[in-house]
């Protein structure tokens, strides 16, 4: 019963955090629309979406994927967005278990993919949510066996400020020289500060393989990214990736740290 209850709502999570981005996305870039107003309706038709068909995964299959007012294609994407919070969401439960670190870890992961998808799909890294991570990495800190680095001992605040520093502080050098020679950002300022959320999150001494795989992670999702006809590089989405190959190899212990250091 308890995990019925909570697979339901890791699936409204999910649901909640595609509203978050389609709302939040350029293309509502208007100011009648905000995360609570107004309500959910076809983007095709504008028709308002019935209360069960608002219901995660229940009203896609009821509605057998498409409007019921215009009969348009509802895009795939939502219902698997909803299950990969489902599944992202019971991996953490099984670590976890009912507990404060489950809810700090899961909210972790729902920022991160909200940020990873708005920036693979339109480059962009809003400060809101952006300053939500930092927050996170900052108060969080207090339970950082949430993100298993307790290796380093590491659970006080100035260590997380200084990650949160030297993270944001990088990025910005980067850029102040790429634009010394080209006369142009070569980075957004929505990843300075990505950075330096994950780095108040994992700590300074992580910052070298956020960066060194959030690199190789970028480029690759620039080659993947078919349909990308622009010339720039999705590193946002790369250091999402990037933090996530670090807590992965920390997690199953292949990458020790003070090996390589
Ligand atoms: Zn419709």
């Not at 690759?220 to 720039?232: D, E, G, P, R, V």
């Not at 989405?237 to 090996?259: C, M, Q, R, T, W």
Request: proline content about 3%.
């Amino acid at each position: 019963m308890i995990n019925a209850l909570i697979s339901i709502t890791f699936l409204c999570i999910g649901s909640l955090s595609s509203l978050i981005i389609y709302r939040l996305s350029p293309r509502n870039n208007n100011k009648d629309i905000n995360l609570f107003f107004p309500r959910s309706h076809c983007p095709s038709c504008k028709k308002n979406i019935t209360n069960i068909n608002l219901i995660p995964l229940i009203g896609y299959i009821k509605q057998r994927g498409r409007c019921s007012n215009c009969n348009i294609k509802i895009s795939l994407y939502y219902p698997i967005n909803e299950i990969l919070h489902l599944i992202i969401g019971l991996v953490l439960y099984s670590i976890f278990g009912l507990s404060l670190e489950l809810l700090i870890a899961f909210l972790l992961a729902v920022i991160l993919i909200v940020l990873f998808i708005l920036d693979y799909r339109y480059f962009l890294l809003p400060f809101s949510i952006n300053i939500a991570l930092l927050f996170l990495g900052l108060i969080g800190i207090g339970y950082a066996e949430v993100f298993n680095i307790s290796f380093l001992d590491y659970n006080n605040l100035s260590m997380s400020v200084a990650g949160a520093f030297i993270g944001f502080v990088f990025l910005w050098l980067v850029n102040f020289f790429f634009k010394l020679f080209k006369g142009y950002d070569g980075i957004g300022g929505g990843d300075f500060i990505l950075l330096a959320s994950l780095g108040s999150i994992a700590g300074p001494f992580a910052l070298p393989f956020i960066i060194l795989f959030g690199s190789l992670a970028s480029i690759f999702i620039y080659f993947f990214k078919i349909k990308a006809l622009s010339n720039q590089i999705p590193l946002g989405s790369g250091l999402v990736l990037g933090f996530l190959i670090f807590l992965l190899l920390n997690y199953f212990e292949l990458l020790n740290i003070y090996a390589v250091l």
